[in-house]
């Protein structure tokens, strides 16, 4: 509203129900058919899924009135029950819906009567789906094939005057339900000596019957270290005394009492479940993660935590600016983006790897920009955010239905981002083997000539190349470097002789062009009969880019797997001969290599 927008909410839950405070000008319709009932039966029907969704049809027509009234172009649905509610009422019309789900479907079921409604209303073209996580985001765009935009919360920092004084005090809040782990945490806390737990207590807030869980201490002989207490709607009545915040759930969506601990500077631990969570602390920049219902793992960081005062702080300094990242600034330019960006039309495209008509949107990115300001706040990146500040379109990624390969768009202004990145040392990639493997083979080989496709000299520092010549050619550079004597550098692929190179090598280029079918073809043309092309690019399902800022704009316009790169050099008149996996990262193989040998023409 700040942004002069005309808000009219309409709720589909009683006053009395009401969490957060209504701002100040917003236009409030409650529509509560199934509340509104007379007699003992109110609270049966109340938890009566059945009958409230039944009693819920009577508000769709009073819905599209209220739309009508307010002349609303566009309707935000929070949860997927009152998305596919608000899109049947909507279906055939010109409103557009803009469906928010806030937790992970797969373990948060649906009603039974709204459910079989989901695939239908996904899919109408005035309906848009948002995600609070990319691991969600990718679930939905999987099940239902349709394009999903990734949008976090915002993150408010700690209120004027805050101070943290930290106690030996293990906060976790949460409701008495299976999801949220209680049981996790306290099983991980029996295995702790007394020598380990150092005098630390366990203070869970929630609402909820947790008698259970005061069994489940007492019979671990925890209960006199557990405390459980009523929800506390201010939150800094909880975190001000806590030393070390607990996430130990089983799915979530985008978890506010985490990303609220996180900004309070509270050290937290949190699963690596089935939801945002991986986002909101930044690939686990920001808080630790420990392995999902894995009790040996979080009694492990527990112990740890607790016994290294210096790693507290730490890691509760580093997260007082996640209030910066997901702000109320970057986080409404992200809502601006998908009422601007995800009704336009956008056409189809080709798939780079195998050229078959691609018409459907895997997916559509703006995390990536929030996650780059951070790094570069954090890392001492040399990336100027004036560039990224000034961002405003949706970039969006195709899938090719034929050969699985990934599709970006990216950004318009390519090569002014190209620039600001090998101005930033930490695009930079920290090993050569692909480089460290042809040159062991070259050392074999007399008077053979490769051409270096896209790479620069510097990759060959310290390489022994024979009496073999290279010829570099770099998309990346202007002008010829200093090169050795056994190196030379060339402004144009003219300037390569037809059929004259015995090998060509293309590292980590590929992936980084808008036509590399017709690279190949052009490259080919200078290989000698039976010549080999050497290929190494990122493998697609390596996770890394998914949550780095250097990808954002996607400037890896593919992401090729193994099969997709095979089918686009077979494109070319090219056949594969070897292929050889490459370095591995936290989330598996990084990269891998394809040797194509030229078919004869």
Not at 43 to 60: A, P, Q, S, V
Not at 275 to 294: K, Q
Not at 560 to 575: D, E, H, M, T, V
Not at 589 to 600: G, Y
């Given at each position: 509203?700040?942004?002069r927008?005309?808000?009219?909410?309409?709720?589909?839950?009683?006053?009395?129900?009401?969490?957060?405070v209504i701002?100040?000008?917003?236009?409030?319709?409650?529509?509560?058919?199934?509340?509104?009932?007379?007699?003992?039966?109110?609270?049966?029907?109340?938890?009566?899924?059945?009958?409230?969704?039944?009693k819920?049809?009577?508000d769709?027509?009073?819905?599209?009135?209220?739309?009508?009234?307010?002349?609303?172009?566009?309707?935000?649905?929070?949860?997927?029950?009152?998305?596919i509610?608000?899109g049947?009422?909507?279906?055939?019309s010109?409103?557009?819906?803009?469906?928010?789900?806030?937790?992970?479907p797969?373990?948060?079921?649906?009603?039974?009567?709204?459910?079989?409604?989901?695939?239908?209303?996904?899919?109408?073209?005035?309906?848009?789906?948002?995600?609070?996580?990319?691991?969600?985001?990718?679930?939905?765009?999987?099940?239902?094939?349709?394009?999903?935009?990734?949008?976090?919360?915002?993150?408010?920092?700690?209120?004027?005057?805050?101070?943290?004084?930290?106690?030996?005090?293990?906060?976790?809040?949460?409701?008495?339900?299976?999801q949220?782990?209680?049981?996790?945490?306290?099983?991980a806390?029996?295995?702790?000596?007394?020598?380990?737990?150092?005098?630390?207590?366990?203070?869970?807030y929630?609402?909820?019957?947790?008698?259970?869980?005061r069994?489940?201490?007492?019979?671990?002989?925890?209960?006199?270290?557990?405390?459980?207490?009523?929800?506390?709607?201010?939150?800094?009545?909880?975190?001000?005394?806590?030393?070390i915040?607990?996430?130990?759930?089983?799915?979530?969506?985008?978890?506010?009492?985490l990303?609220?601990?996180?900004s309070?500077?509270?050290?937290?631990i949190?699963?690596d479940?089935?939801?945002?969570?991986?986002?909101?602390t930044?690939?686990?920049?920001?808080?630790?993660?420990?392995?999902?219902?894995?009790?040996?793992?979080?009694?492990?960081q527990?112990?740890?935590?607790?016994?290294?005062?210096?790693?507290?702080?730490?890691?509760?300094?580093?997260?007082?600016?996640?209030?910066?990242?997901?702000?109320?600034?970057?986080?409404t330019?992200?809502?601006?983006?998908a009422?601007?960006?995800?009704?336009?039309?956008?056409?189809?495209?080709?798939?780079?790897?195998?050229?078959?008509?691609?018409?459907?949107?895997?997916?559509?990115?703006a995390?990536?920009?929030?996650?780059?300001?951070?790094?570069?706040?954090h890392?001492?990146s040399?990336?100027?955010?004036?560039?990224?500040?000034?961002?405003?379109?949706?970039?969006?990624?195709?899938?090719?239905?034929?050969c699985?390969?990934?599709?970006?768009?990216?950004?318009?202004?390519?090569?002014?981002?190209?620039?600001?990145?090998?101005?930033?040392?930490?695009?930079?990639r920290?090993?050569?083997?692909?480089?460290?493997?042809?040159?062991?083979r070259?050392?074999?080989?007399?008077?053979?000539?490769?051409?270096?496709?896209?790479?620069?000299?510097?990759?060959?520092?310290?390489?022994?190349?024979?009496n073999?010549?290279?010829?570099?050619?770099?998309?990346?550079?202007n002008?010829?470097?200093?090169v050795?004597?056994n190196?030379?550098?060339?402004n144009?692929?003219?300037?390569?002789?037809?059929?004259?190179?015995?090998?060509?090598?293309?590292?980590?280029v590929?992936?980084?062009?808008?036509?590399?079918?017709?690279?190949l073809?052009?490259?080919?043309?200078?290989?000698?009969?039976?010549?080999?092309?050497?290929v190494?690019?990122?493998?697609?399902?390596?996770?890394?880019?998914?949550?780095?800022?250097?990808?954002w704009?996607?400037?890896?316009?593919?992401?090729?797997?193994?099969?997709?790169?095979?089918?686009?050099?077979?494109?070319?008149?090219?056949?594969?001969?070897?292929?050889?996996?490459?370095?591995?990262?936290?989330?598996?193989?990084?990269?891998?290599?394809?040797?194509?040998?030229?078919?004869?023409?």
């Amino acid at each position: 509203m700040a942004r002069r927008y005309s808000v009219q909410l309409i709720l589909f839950y009683p006053e009395e129900t009401d969490f957060f405070v209504i701002p100040h000008g917003a236009e409030v319709v409650r529509l509560i058919h199934p509340f509104e009932v007379q007699g003992s039966r109110s609270r049966f029907l109340y938890l009566n899924h059945f009958l409230r969704t039944w009693k819920r049809l009577k508000d769709l027509a009073q819905l599209r009135k209220e739309v009508r009234r307010h002349k609303s172009s566009l309707v935000i649905a929070f949860e997927a029950y009152v998305g596919i509610i608000v899109g049947l009422a909507f279906f055939g019309s010109r409103v557009k819906v803009l469906i928010s789900e806030r937790v992970h479907p797969k373990y948060h079921q649906l009603q039974t009567l709204v459910k079989p409604f989901k695939k239908f209303v996904y899919g109408l073209g005035n309906v848009r789906v948002l995600a609070q996580g990319e691991v969600i985001s990718e679930y939905i765009r999987n099940q239902f094939d349709v394009e999903v935009l990734s949008v976090p919360n915002i993150v408010l920092p700690p209120p004027e005057g805050f101070v943290h004084v930290p106690q030996n005090r293990i906060v976790m809040m949460a409701r008495a339900h299976k999801q949220k782990g209680i049981d996790i945490l306290l099983q991980a806390w029996a295995q702790l000596t007394i020598e380990q737990k150092q005098s630390w207590e366990i203070h869970i807030y929630g609402q909820g019957d947790f008698q259970s869980y005061r069994k489940l201490a007492l019979k671990k002989g925890i209960e006199l270290e557990v405390f459980f207490h009523e929800a506390d709607s201010e939150i800094t009545n909880i975190l001000v005394n806590a030393g070390i915040f607990v996430l130990p759930s089983r799915y979530e969506g985008f978890s506010n009492a985490l990303a609220e601990a996180i900004s309070f500077g509270v050290p937290s631990i949190a699963s690596d479940c089935p939801s945002a969570v991986r986002d909101l602390t930044l690939n686990g920049e920001l808080a630790i993660l420990v392995p999902l219902e894995d009790v040996d793992s979080l009694a492990f960081q527990l112990s740890n935590l607790i016994a290294d005062e210096t790693l507290r702080k730490e890691l509760g300094n580093k997260g007082k600016e996640i209030s910066k990242v997901f702000g109320v600034e970057p986080v409404t330019d992200i809502w601006e983006n998908a009422f601007r960006g995800l009704f336009t039309n956008h056409s189809k495209m080709n798939c780079r790897a195998c050229g078959a008509k691609v018409a459907k949107v895997r997916s559509s990115l703006a995390k990536s920009k929030l996650i780059q300001i951070y790094s570069h706040e954090h890392q001492s990146s040399e990336i100027q955010l004036e560039y990224f500040a000034g961002l405003k379109e949706i970039l969006r990624f195709w899938s090719c239905k034929f050969c699985g390969h990934l599709s970006a768009q990216g950004p318009t202004d390519l090569e002014i981002y190209y620039k600001f990145m090998h101005e930033n040392t930490m695009y930079m990639r920290s090993d050569r083997w692909d480089y460290e493997y042809i040159s062991s083979r070259l050392r074999q080989l007399d008077h053979h000539n490769v051409l270096d496709f896209g790479s620069s000299s510097s990759k060959w520092n310290g390489l022994e190349t024979g009496n073999n010549l290279i010829t570099l050619y770099d998309i990346a550079v202007n002008g010829p470097e200093n090169v050795s004597h056994n190196l030379r550098a060339v402004n144009n692929l003219k300037e390569i002789p037809f059929k004259s190179q015995d090998d060509i090598v293309a590292f980590h280029v590929m992936e980084h062009l808008e036509d590399p079918f017709g690279t190949l073809i052009d490259l080919k043309s200078k290989l000698k009969d039976n010549g080999k092309l050497w290929v190494s690019v990122p493998d697609q399902k390596n996770s890394f880019f998914e949550f780095s800022y250097l990808d954002w704009p996607p400037h890896h316009l593919s992401r090729f797997s193994r099969n997709s790169l095979q089918i686009l050099g077979k494109r070319a008149g090219f056949r594969v001969v070897d292929y050889l996996p490459g370095v591995s990262n936290s989330s598996g193989m990084f990269d891998f290599m394809l040797v194509f040998e030229k078919t004869l023409d």
